[in-house]
């Protein structure tokens, strides 16, 4: 008989891990970016050498978090900072969430959307935001699940190119 003394506990390796994307992941990121965009029916334009300046060069603009199971990465979170000047308050924009076909539903996204939080309280954040194309519908439910409140948008965003 073996009492609970006697009880041998092995750690169970990690099936996957959320964390900070590093260099060697640029290639994976750059493609899942245009599979994503694929899906939305744009085309993507990003490069590896774009990416690596904007995750990792001397002024970063976004960050990405990676979930990683060793052989692939199965999805990523972009985030990128926002701020609301009439209240004083940080935010950080979900700007891109995606999970590999073949990856979805088993929790991938939701533990993306965790660490996207951790990430942003610890930056001081009082808000993560996160937007879905109107006809999205599944990613409307993923997201109240993930307790985020649909908001209704006001107005109109303008674009202008910088030349």
């Not at 290639?27 to 994503?36: A, F, N, S, T």
């Not at 694929?38 to 085309?43: E, K, V, Y």
């Not at 199965?74 to 979900?94: C, E, N, S, T, V």
Request: with cysteine; aromatic share 8%.
């Amino acid at each position: 008989m073996i009492d609970d003394q006697d009880e041998i506990s092995l750690p169970r390796p990690a099936l996957m891990t959320i964390r900070k994307a590093v260099a060697n992941d640029i290639p994976q990121l750059v493609e899942m970016i245009g599979m994503l965009a694929a899906f939305h029916g744009d085309t993507s334009e990003a490069s590896e050498e774009g990416l690596k300046r904007d995750l990792f060069g001397p002024a970063p603009w976004v960050t990405a978090l990676v979930a990683d199971a060793g052989a692939e990465l199965l999805g990523y979170a972009m985030l990128a900072p926002l701020y609301r000047a009439q209240q004083g308050k940080r935010g950080m924009d979900l700007h891109h969430l995606f999970v590999r076909e073949g990856h979805r539903n088993y929790g991938v996204g939701q533990h993306l959307i965790a660490r996207a939080r951790d990430f942003a309280k610890a930056a001081g954040c009082a808000y993560l935001s996160v937007s879905a194309a109107t006809g999205n519908i599944n990613a409307h439910r993923f997201y109240q699940q993930m307790e985020f409140s649909a908001r209704p948008v006001t107005g109109m965003r303008y674009l202008q190119t910088l030349a």
